[in-house]
């Protein structure tokens, strides 16, 4: 069982920046394949970045977003710059089991509740 915990969403303008930090409890998380998503206000949960052995990103924050991780502090990290309105989003960490990149929310076994991105113009 992993319980995962997000922070440092917030309000910032158009070309500011933000980093989210996701916390996991438990042990083994160098074994969890983490992704990240964001859900908008009327539109599904999509996916934005995945942490493996490599990283993966969305079309739409490729060169803008990175993602990282700290096994020794079984945090994931999720770096936002150039940030732009249509980045407004509740924006979620997810955790996986297994190998490999999935970019489904389905493929996730264990979420976290959420942070607030808004991202003003």
């Given at each position: 069982?992993?319980?995962?915990?997000?922070?440092?969403?917030?309000?910032?303008?158009?070309?500011?920046?933000?980093?989210?930090?996701?916390?996991?409890?438990?042990?083994?998380?160098?074994?969890?394949?983490?992704?990240?998503?964001?859900?908008?206000?009327?539109?599904?949960?999509?996916?934005?970045?995945?942490?493996?052995?490599?990283?993966?990103?969305?079309?739409?924050?490729?060169?803008?977003?990175?993602?990282?991780?700290?096994?020794?502090?079984?945090?994931?990290?999720?770096?936002?710059?150039?940030?732009k309105?249509?980045?407004?989003?509740?924006?979620?960490?997810?955790?996986r089991?297994?190998?490999?990149?999935?970019?489904?929310p389905?493929?996730?076994?264990?979420?976290?509740?959420?942070?607030?991105?808004?991202?003003?113009?």
């Amino acid at each position: 069982q992993v319980q995962l915990v997000e922070s440092g969403g917030g309000l910032v303008q158009a070309g500011g920046s933000l980093r989210l930090s996701c916390a996991a409890s438990g042990r083994a998380f160098s074994n969890y394949r983490m992704g990240w998503f964001r859900q908008a206000p009327g539109k599904g949960r999509e996916f934005v970045a995945w942490s493996g052995i490599s990283s993966y990103y969305a079309d739409s924050v490729k060169g803008r977003f990175t993602v990282s991780r700290d096994n020794a502090k079984n945090t994931v990290y999720l770096q936002m710059n150039s940030l732009k309105p249509e980045d407004t989003a509740v924006y979620y960490c997810a955790a996986r089991i297994g190998y490999g990149l999935r970019l489904e929310p389905a493929d996730y076994d264990y979420w976290g509740q959420g942070t607030q991105v808004t991202v003003s113009s």
